[in-house]
C-alpha cells in the first residue's frame, strides 16, 4: 500500500526558505503528479503546485515566484521549497499524489501524507 | 481570479440527507471533487469527476455537478460523518478549494 510521508523543519525563520520532502514507500513515484498542498491553523486548504514524475511542474500562480518543486526519482522523494517566508506561510503542509490524466480538469487528489506542521517565527 | 464558495456549516440530523453545495462561475463544466477531513486527520477523497465514488467510500455519499452549483450528498447520514468537506476544481492549470463546510450531525 503506497504512505507518503512529509519531512522536514517544523521551524523557520522569516525571510528564510522552507524545505520540506516527501518520501513514496510502497509504490513507484513514476507515472504520477506530485503535489504539495498546505493549510494554515483552523482555515482551508491551498494548493502550492505540483511536479510530474519526469520533472514537469506547475505553481500556484499565488505562490510561483517564491516556490521550487523538484524530484528525485532514485530515492522515490519529491521536494518543495518556499523562499522569503514569513508568518502566513505558517501551515500544515500536504504531499498529495495526482493521477496521470491528459485532461486537467479531470485530475484529482487520491492520496494524501499526514501532512507536517511549519511554523514560520523568529 | 476564479472562486468556489461553501457555506462555513451545514448541520443535519442522523439518519436524515445532508446537502453541501459549492458554488463558481459555470462550475457545471468543470469537474468537482469533494474532500473530507476530520479533526486532527489528512483530507480523504469522497467524491472525484463530479459523481464517482473513489473504492471504499460507502455509497451514502454521491455528488452531482450542473450550471454554477456542485452538490455533495449525504444520504442517511451517520454520526462519523460529522467532518469538514472541500470541494475543489481546476480553473485552467491551477487547482482551486472551496473554503470547506464543516458538517454536524445532531
Known amino acids: 500500500q503506497v504512505q507518503l510521508q512529509e519531512s522536514g523543519p517544523g521551524l523557520v525563520k522569516p525571510s528564510e526558505t522552507l524545505s520540506l520532502t516527501c518520501t513514496v514507500s510502497?509504490?513507484?513515484?513514476?507515472?504520477?503528479?506530485w503535489n504539495w498542498i498546505r493549510q494554515p491553523p483552523g482555515k482551508g486548504l491551498e494548493w502550492i503546485g505540483y511536479i510530474y514524475y519526469s520533472g514537469s511542474t506547475n505553481y500556484n500562480p499565488s505562490l510561483k515566484s517564491r516556490v521550487t518543486i523538484s524530484v528525485d526519482t532514485s530515492k522515490n522523494q519529491v521536494s518543495l521549497k518556499v523562499s522569503s517566508v514569513t508568518a502566513a506561510d505558517t501551515a500544515l503542509y500536504y504531499c498529495?499524489?495526482?493521477?496521470?490524466?491528459?485532461?486537467?480538469?479531470?485530475?484529482?487528489?487520491?492520496?494524501w501524507g499526514r501532512g507536517t506542521l511549519v511554523t514560520v517565527s523568529s | 481570479s476564479y472562486e468556489l464558495t461553501q457555506p462555513p456549516s451545514v448541520s443535519v440530523s442522523p439518519g436524515h440527507t445532508a446537502s453541501i453545495t459549492c458554488s463558481g462561475d459555470?462550475?457545471?463544466?468543470?469537474?468537482a471533487c469533494w474532500y473530507q477531513q476530520k479533526p486532527g486527520q489528512s483530507p480523504v477523497l469522497v467524491i472525484y469527476?463530479?459523481?464517482k465514488r473513489p473504492s471504499g467510500i460507502p455509497e451514502r455519499f454521491s455528488g452531482s455537478n450542473s450550471g454554477n452549483t456542485a452538490t455533495l450528498t449525504i444520504s442517511g447520514t451517520q454520526a462519523m460523518d460529522e467532518a469538514d468537506y472541500y470541494c475543489?476544481?481546476?480553473?485552467?492549470?491551477?487547482?482551486?478549494f472551496g473554503g470547506g463546510t464543516k458538517l454536524t450531525v445532531l
Open positions: 475543489q476544481a481546476w480553473d485552467s492549470t491551477t487547482a482551486l
Open positions: 459555470n462550475l457545471g463544466d468543470k469537474n
Open positions: 510502497g509504490g513507484s513515484i513514476s507515472g504520477y503528479y
Open positions: 469527476q463530479d459523481t
Open positions: 498529495a499524489r495526482m493521477a496521470s490524466m491528459t485532461t486537467v480538469s479531470r485530475r484529482y487528489f487520491d492520496l
